[in-house]
């Protein structure tokens, strides 16, 4: 994904987020199989971790 230069931390596992899917750069989010998480990949997590993520930056702005 050429996330090198974006200041976005990862691991082998997935992209870094913090309990509100912030990346290290303040200003990406991330959800879904693509984040580093401890829940198989796969899992029904993506329509939730998509719902969480609208209403908390609509509330955030």
């Known amino acids: 994904m050429k996330l090198d230069n974006t ?3 990862y691991s ?3 992209i870094k987020v ?5 990346t290290s750069a ?3 989010y991330a ?6 998480k401890t829940a198989p990949a796969l899992t029904s997590t993506a329509q939730f971790e ?3 993520l ?3 930056l609509l509330i955030k702005n």
């Open 7 to 9: 200041g976005v931390e």
């Open 12 to 14: 082998n596992r997935g």
């Open 18 to 22: 913090d309990k509100y899917l912030t």
């Open 26 to 28: 303040n200003n990406i």
């Open 31 to 36: 959800m879904g199989d693509i984040v580093d």
């Open 50 to 52: 998509a719902d969480y």
């Open 54 to 56: 609208s209403a908390y």
